[in-house]
């Protein structure tokens, strides 16, 4: 199975394997830090309500991602197609969820992760058409038991590099032996070519000493307009099949 930056797709027969390697993700860092400590017992303690923290993250993580598979399984059957093409699902690093709290000058404590952090799970969703981002955002959204925190549409309003995507802030419930408890998810829609484009601009981003960096953003610029004309035209020709069908 390839892994994508920490975004990784999620197959039915991928999931266990996932959620095992995201497991082995926190675990990693945690046994780094655990061989160079001076105080490996209080370390560990320290280290356990973090652990939960993450695994009430995961948890919320598969509730949001079978409710979307739900939601593709109805639409199939009823509309004889799948609303999207794949969903790829990460849990935050230790390492990025460290830089981010310092980045924000907020205390690394559990508490203050989770107030501060709405990324820390994340779910991509990648869709055909544009009507389907809309169509599955709206029918995640109206679940009553999904609270939206924030929408982000940089699809409507692309961001001056020419990122395109639809970000949600969602609040989820998780049952948990004794409680219950809101997490949030960020959930990302963006079409084949939006995704095509954001990872080909995440690549580029990690190359160093780039020369002509003004250049280069003014090309991806541009090839984010191609991107975004293709996917109206797309839209367009599955909008006249469809109306084609409706008419026979
Ligand atoms: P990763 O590993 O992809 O998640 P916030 O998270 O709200 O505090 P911000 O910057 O307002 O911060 O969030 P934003 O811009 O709504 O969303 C951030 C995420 O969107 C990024 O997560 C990327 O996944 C994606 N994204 C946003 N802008 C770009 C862009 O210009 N290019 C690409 N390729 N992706 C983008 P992370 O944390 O960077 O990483």
Redesign the pocket.
């Known amino acids: 199975m390839r892994q994508m930056?920490?975004?990784m797709k999620m197959k039915d027969e991928d999931k266990k394997i996932s959620v095992e390697m995201s497991n082995t993700d926190g675990q990693e860092n945690l046994t780094g830090h655990f061989l160079e400590s001076e105080n490996p017992e209080k370390l560990l303690e320290g280290a356990q309500p973090f652990m939960e923290l993450m695994s009430r993250y995961r948890c919320a993580m598969m509730e949001v991602e079978t409710k979307l598979r739900v939601l593709d399984e109805e639409f199939s059957l009823a509309y004889d197609r799948n609303p999207f093409e794949t969903i790829k699902s990460?849990l935050?690093r230790p390492v990025?969820i460290i830089e981010?709290m310092k980045r924000?000058g907020c205390p690394l404590t559990v508490e203050e992760i989770e107030k501060q952090?709405?990324?820390i799970a994340?779910i991509?969703v990648i869709c055909s058409f544009l009507d389907d981002i809309y169509t599955l955002a709206d029918m995640l959204v109206g679940q009553d038991d999904i609270r939206l925190l924030?929408k982000?549409d940089?699809i409507i309003a692309p961001?001056p590099?020419?990122?395109r995507?639809l970000?949600l802030?969602l609040e989820v419930p998780i049952f948990l032996s004794h409680s219950k408890q809101y997490m949030k998810v960020?959930v990302?829609f963006r079409t084949i070519a939006m995704d095509f484009?954001?990872?080909l601009?995440?690549k580029l981003?990690y190359k160093k000493d780039v020369q002509e960096p003004e250049r280069i953003a003014e090309q991806l610029r541009e090839c984010a307009d191609i991107i975004s004309s293709m996917d109206e035209r797309m839209q367009q020709i599955r909008d006249q099949i469809e109306k084609g069908k409706r008419e026979d």
């Open positions: 930056k920490g975004w990460r935050k990025s981010k924000k952090l709405n990324d994340g991509r924030e982000k940089y961001k590099n020419g990122y995507s970000h802030i960020e990302q484009w954001a990872s601009d995440h981003k």
